[in-house]
T-cell receptor
Framework: DAGVIQSPRHEVTEMGQEVTLRCKPI?????LFWYRQTMMRGLELLIY????????DSGMPEDRFSAKMPNASFSTLKIQPSEPRDSAVYFC????????????FGQGTRLTVV | DQQVKQNSPSLSVQEGRISILNCDYT??????FLWYKKYPAEGPTFLIS?????DKNEDGRFTVFLNKSAKHLSLHIVPSQPGDSAVYFC??????????FGTGTRLKVLA
Protein backbone atom coordinates (compact mmCIF):
# COMPACT_ATOMS: atom_id res chain seq x y z
CA ASP A 1 0.00 0.00 0.00
CA ALA A 2 1.44 3.38 -1.03
CA GLY A 3 -0.06 5.24 1.88
CA VAL A 4 -1.57 8.70 1.71
CA ILE A 5 0.08 10.65 -1.09
CA GLN A 6 0.32 14.42 -1.02
CA SER A 7 1.65 16.79 -3.64
CA PRO A 8 3.58 18.93 -3.88
CA ARG A 9 5.94 18.27 -0.97
CA HIS A 10 7.06 21.88 -0.96
CA GLU A 11 5.38 24.97 -2.34
CA VAL A 12 6.73 28.52 -2.36
CA THR A 13 4.39 31.16 -3.67
CA GLU A 14 3.94 34.89 -3.62
CA MET A 15 1.31 36.58 -1.55
CA GLY A 16 -1.94 36.89 -3.46
CA GLN A 17 -1.40 33.82 -5.61
CA GLU A 18 -3.68 30.80 -5.65
CA VAL A 19 -2.30 27.62 -4.10
CA THR A 20 -3.71 24.14 -4.59
CA LEU A 21 -2.63 21.20 -2.44
CA ARG A 22 -3.49 17.68 -3.49
CA CYS A 23 -4.15 14.44 -1.68
CA LYS A 24 -4.73 10.83 -2.66
CA PRO A 25 -6.07 8.83 0.30
CA ILE A 26 -5.36 5.16 0.91
CA UNK A 27 -7.54 3.03 -1.32
CA UNK A 28 -10.66 1.88 0.51
CA UNK A 29 -10.55 4.65 3.08
CA UNK A 30 -13.74 6.70 3.09
CA UNK A 31 -12.83 9.36 5.66
CA LEU A 32 -10.41 12.13 4.76
CA PHE A 33 -9.01 14.94 6.85
CA TRP A 34 -6.98 18.08 6.13
CA TYR A 35 -4.81 19.35 8.97
CA ARG A 36 -2.51 22.35 9.32
CA GLN A 37 0.55 22.29 11.54
CA THR A 38 2.06 25.45 12.98
CA MET A 39 4.47 25.98 15.84
CA MET A 40 1.97 27.97 17.86
CA ARG A 41 -1.14 25.86 17.40
CA GLY A 42 0.17 22.39 16.63
CA LEU A 43 -2.04 20.22 14.44
CA GLU A 44 -5.39 21.82 13.65
CA LEU A 45 -8.20 20.02 11.85
CA LEU A 46 -9.35 22.11 8.90
CA ILE A 47 -11.99 19.91 7.30
CA TYR A 48 -13.31 16.35 7.46
CA UNK A 49 -14.91 14.44 4.58
CA UNK A 50 -16.84 11.20 4.86
CA UNK A 51 -17.77 9.36 1.66
CA UNK A 52 -16.64 12.42 -0.32
CA UNK A 53 -19.05 14.72 1.53
CA UNK A 54 -17.74 17.54 3.75
CA UNK A 55 -19.00 16.78 7.24
CA UNK A 56 -17.22 19.38 9.32
CA ASP A 57 -15.45 22.45 7.92
CA SER A 58 -15.54 24.46 11.13
CA GLY A 59 -11.74 24.52 11.22
CA MET A 60 -11.34 26.25 7.86
CA PRO A 61 -9.79 29.61 8.80
CA GLU A 62 -11.71 31.84 6.42
CA ASP A 63 -13.31 32.06 3.03
CA ARG A 64 -9.94 32.11 1.32
CA PHE A 65 -9.72 28.39 2.08
CA SER A 66 -11.77 25.80 0.22
CA ALA A 67 -11.59 22.02 -0.06
CA LYS A 68 -13.13 19.54 -2.44
CA MET A 69 -13.32 15.79 -2.75
CA PRO A 70 -14.69 15.04 -6.24
CA ASN A 71 -14.18 11.29 -5.83
CA ALA A 72 -12.99 8.71 -3.34
CA SER A 73 -9.39 8.89 -4.49
CA PHE A 74 -8.70 12.60 -4.69
CA SER A 75 -9.03 15.76 -2.63
CA THR A 76 -7.77 19.31 -2.95
CA LEU A 77 -7.25 22.16 -0.54
CA LYS A 78 -7.15 25.56 -2.20
CA ILE A 79 -6.08 28.90 -0.79
CA GLN A 80 -7.00 31.97 -2.81
CA PRO A 81 -5.55 34.50 -2.31
CA SER A 82 -2.66 33.22 -0.23
CA GLU A 83 -1.14 35.29 2.59
CA PRO A 84 2.16 34.95 4.49
CA ARG A 85 0.30 33.79 7.62
CA ASP A 86 -0.86 30.74 5.67
CA SER A 87 2.70 29.44 5.73
CA ALA A 88 2.58 26.06 7.48
CA VAL A 89 2.75 22.34 6.86
CA TYR A 90 -0.53 20.95 5.56
CA PHE A 91 -1.30 17.29 6.14
CA CYS A 92 -3.89 15.05 4.61
CA UNK A 93 -4.99 11.91 6.47
CA UNK A 94 -7.43 9.10 5.77
CA UNK A 95 -9.09 6.25 7.60
CA UNK A 96 -12.08 3.88 7.44
CA UNK A 97 -14.64 3.47 10.24
CA UNK A 98 -14.72 -0.31 10.06
CA UNK A 99 -11.06 -0.47 10.89
CA UNK A 100 -8.94 1.59 13.18
CA UNK A 101 -10.03 4.67 15.06
CA UNK A 102 -6.92 6.49 14.00
CA UNK A 103 -5.97 8.13 10.76
CA UNK A 104 -3.02 7.55 8.49
CA PHE A 105 -1.18 10.71 7.53
CA GLY A 106 0.58 11.73 4.36
CA GLN A 107 4.03 13.30 4.41
CA GLY A 108 2.64 16.80 4.23
CA THR A 109 3.07 19.84 2.03
CA ARG A 110 5.26 22.63 3.38
CA LEU A 111 3.76 25.89 2.14
CA THR A 112 5.71 29.12 2.23
CA VAL A 113 3.98 32.32 1.17
CA VAL A 114 6.38 35.22 0.64
CA ASP B 1 -9.13 27.59 23.69
CA GLN B 2 -6.88 24.54 23.71
CA GLN B 3 -8.92 21.50 24.67
CA VAL B 4 -5.82 19.29 24.56
CA LYS B 5 -2.62 20.62 26.09
CA GLN B 6 0.92 19.39 26.07
CA ASN B 7 2.62 21.81 28.40
CA SER B 8 6.17 20.58 27.87
CA PRO B 9 7.44 21.67 24.44
CA SER B 10 10.57 19.56 24.83
CA LEU B 11 12.09 16.79 26.90
CA SER B 12 15.58 15.28 27.01
CA VAL B 13 16.20 11.82 28.42
CA GLN B 14 19.24 9.59 28.65
CA GLU B 15 19.21 6.41 26.60
CA GLY B 16 17.89 3.48 28.63
CA ARG B 17 15.93 5.68 31.02
CA ILE B 18 12.18 6.23 31.12
CA SER B 19 10.58 8.99 29.06
CA ILE B 20 7.28 10.37 30.36
CA LEU B 21 5.25 12.62 28.10
CA ASN B 22 2.19 14.31 29.51
CA CYS B 23 -1.09 15.52 28.09
CA ASP B 24 -4.03 17.29 29.74
CA TYR B 25 -7.52 17.77 28.35
CA THR B 26 -10.52 19.82 29.35
CA UNK B 27 -13.47 18.15 27.62
CA UNK B 28 -14.98 15.39 29.78
CA UNK B 29 -16.78 14.04 26.70
CA UNK B 30 -13.53 12.79 25.17
CA UNK B 31 -13.65 9.00 25.14
CA UNK B 32 -10.73 7.95 22.98
CA PHE B 33 -7.15 9.08 23.04
CA LEU B 34 -4.22 8.60 20.69
CA TRP B 35 -0.51 9.21 20.65
CA TYR B 36 1.25 9.91 17.38
CA LYS B 37 4.98 10.10 16.71
CA LYS B 38 6.40 12.45 14.09
CA TYR B 39 9.87 12.49 12.59
CA PRO B 40 11.13 15.57 10.68
CA ALA B 41 9.81 15.86 7.12
CA GLU B 42 7.38 12.99 7.68
CA GLY B 43 3.73 12.77 8.58
CA PRO B 44 2.62 11.72 12.07
CA THR B 45 2.37 7.96 12.55
CA PHE B 46 0.05 6.26 15.01
CA LEU B 47 1.77 4.93 18.11
CA ILE B 48 -0.75 3.80 20.73
CA SER B 49 -4.32 4.43 21.81
CA UNK B 50 -6.52 4.14 24.87
CA UNK B 51 -10.25 4.10 25.39
CA UNK B 52 -11.84 5.90 28.32
CA UNK B 53 -13.06 2.57 29.71
CA UNK B 54 -9.44 1.66 30.44
CA ASP B 55 -6.77 3.30 32.55
CA LYS B 56 -3.76 1.65 30.95
CA ASN B 57 -2.72 0.25 27.60
CA GLU B 58 0.64 -1.30 26.89
CA ASP B 59 2.43 -2.10 23.64
CA GLY B 60 5.99 -3.21 23.99
CA ARG B 61 8.10 -0.36 25.34
CA PHE B 62 5.16 2.05 25.17
CA THR B 63 2.47 2.40 27.84
CA VAL B 64 -0.29 4.98 27.97
CA PHE B 65 -1.97 5.81 31.26
CA LEU B 66 -5.31 7.59 31.55
CA ASN B 67 -6.51 9.39 34.67
CA LYS B 68 -10.06 10.46 33.89
CA SER B 69 -10.67 12.27 37.15
CA ALA B 70 -7.62 14.44 36.52
CA LYS B 71 -8.28 14.62 32.77
CA HIS B 72 -4.69 13.60 32.23
CA LEU B 73 -2.90 11.03 30.15
CA SER B 74 0.73 10.15 29.89
CA LEU B 75 2.94 8.13 27.59
CA HIS B 76 5.77 6.13 29.12
CA ILE B 77 8.63 4.85 27.00
CA VAL B 78 10.84 2.28 28.72
CA PRO B 79 13.66 1.95 27.95
CA SER B 80 14.15 5.03 25.79
CA GLN B 81 16.20 4.62 22.63
CA PRO B 82 17.84 7.22 20.36
CA GLY B 83 15.38 6.23 17.61
CA ASP B 84 12.55 7.43 19.84
CA SER B 85 13.72 11.02 19.32
CA ALA B 86 10.75 12.67 17.62
CA VAL B 87 7.81 14.96 18.27
CA TYR B 88 4.95 13.26 20.09
CA PHE B 89 1.36 14.45 19.75
CA CYS B 90 -1.55 13.41 21.90
CA UNK B 91 -5.04 13.61 20.45
CA UNK B 92 -8.56 13.14 21.79
CA UNK B 93 -12.01 12.56 20.35
CA UNK B 94 -15.57 12.18 21.60
CA UNK B 95 -17.09 9.30 19.70
CA UNK B 96 -16.20 10.62 16.27
CA UNK B 97 -13.22 10.73 13.98
CA UNK B 98 -12.71 14.39 14.77
CA UNK B 99 -9.56 14.45 16.85
CA UNK B 100 -8.24 17.46 18.73
CA PHE B 101 -4.45 17.46 18.84
CA GLY B 102 -2.06 18.95 21.32
CA THR B 103 0.86 21.11 20.23
CA GLY B 104 3.38 18.31 20.62
CA THR B 105 6.40 17.51 22.79
CA ARG B 106 9.83 17.14 21.23
CA LEU B 107 11.63 14.19 22.80
CA LYS B 108 15.37 13.90 22.52
CA VAL B 109 16.98 10.68 23.69
CA LEU B 110 20.65 11.17 24.38
CA ALA B 111 23.03 8.33 23.58
Amino acid sequence: DAGVIQSPRHEVTEMGQEVTLRCKPISGHNSLFWYRQTMMRGLELLIYFNNNVPIDDSGMPEDRFSAKMPNASFSTLKIQPSEPRDSAVYFCASTYPQGSRWAFFGQGTRLTVV
Amino acid sequence: DQQVKQNSPSLSVQEGRISILNCDYTNSMFDYFLWYKKYPAEGPTFLISISSIKDKNEDGRFTVFLNKSAKHLSLHIVPSQPGDSAVYFCAASSGTYKYIFGTGTRLKVLA
